[in-house]
């Protein structure tokens, strides 16, 4: 299978290539800097510039997991439009590029994220749900999801994957939490009790396996483990198994002062559970937090 990805080369692309080349899968990667993608893909991976260099190369599938990430810098003008640009104004170049393909893929897998939702609060969210409410992430989420859509009409399947917070050695929100929790300096955030829909990265590259297969798959799938925790839970387990105290909250007030529009992003939470793929049969390694930190931590 020729499987084509963007964002080939972030934390669950290279993880994505190490996977589908270990299956003898021909990979591509669409990459602003095509001459680092055999270095952080794999050196059997092609990196091109644009789409275009593929030629008529036959491509069976698309996994579009391209975008600035979301919580690295203040959502400033300049960076919501960067954050949609690399989102949305990419996907609809991909769309263009696959309408005038001859021979088109069978299904292209979409990233997204369980900030489709809003801050969903008490709220059990399963794909059926509604948007709670409708912040940035939100509406970035809901129009990358309605683009990616749009290749229904060009009879490929659309699978669409809202990732919750990664666990994983190699980067991913956890690299960000650990200097303070080392130092003794980790805690709560706010009030603590924001649910933190998670999922193992192993889990994660499965699944995703996982939906290209499956010849019915289509639509939102939640990525999530099973099982969501609150803040101050995570915050818990997470110094317990560093062999740190968990003592000092951020208190909510620093974080709007400080963050501005993005400590939404912190402040609220997903209670998502992922319900559809359970119902297809996908089988989760990784349920419980402590197990999948303490997986982790043995890299970190």
């Known amino acids: 299978m020729h499987i084509l990805l963007t964002g080939g080369t972030g934390l669950i692309g290279r993880q994505l290539c190490r996977h589908w080349l270990s299956q003898g899968h021909s990979l591509t990667v669409w990459s ?18 644009r789409l275009e260099d593929i030629g008529q190369q036959a491509v069976d599938a698309v996994i579009n997991l391209a975008g600035a990430p979301i919580a690295d810098r203040l959502w400033t003008h300049r960076r919501k439009a960067l954050l949609w640009n690399s989102r949305i104004k990419l996907t609809e170049t991909l769309l263009a590029w696959l309408e005038g393909r001859e021979q088109k893929p069978q299904v ?10 809003g801050d969903g609060g008490e709220r059990e969210l399963t794909e059926s749900s509604p948007p709670v409410s409708e912040d940035f992430a939100s509406q970035l989420c809901i129009a990358w999801e309605e683009t990616a859509q749009r290749a229904e ?10 990732t919750g917070l990664v666990l994983s050695a190699e980067g991913g929100f956890l690299s960000r939490l650990l200097l303070p929790f080392k130092v003794g300096l980790g805690g709560p955030i706010g009030n603590g009790r924001q649910w933190m829909p998670w999922i193992h990265i192993n889990d994660q590259i499965a699944l995703i396996d996982f939906l290209l297969h499956q010849k ?3 639509g939102p799938y939640n990525a999530c483990a099973p099982k969501p925790v609150r803040n101050r839970e995570f915050a818990k387990t997470l110094a317990s198994v560093l062999h740190r105290p968990a003592f000092m909250p951020m208190p909510s007030f620093a974080l709007r002062v400080g963050l501005g529009e993005l400590s939404l992003l912190l402040l609220g939470g997903q209670r998502a559970t992922p319900t559809r793929l359970l119902a297809a ?9 402590r197990a999948a930190l303490d997986d982790v931590s043995s890299r970190l």
């Not at 602003?32 to 991976?45: H, I, N, S, Y």
């Not at 049969?281 to 937090?289: N, Y």
């Open 108 to 117: 292209l897998i979409s990233g997204s994220a369980v900030g489709w939702y």
């Open 32 to 49: 602003r800097r095509p001459e680092k993608v055999a270095k952080l893909c794999g050196t059997q991976v092609r990196g091109v510039g």
């Open 281 to 289: 049969g996908f089988i989760f390694r990784f349920t419980d937090l």
């Open 216 to 218: 019915d798959a289509r």
């Open 153 to 162: 009409a060009l009879g490929i399947r659309v699978v669409l994957v809202r």
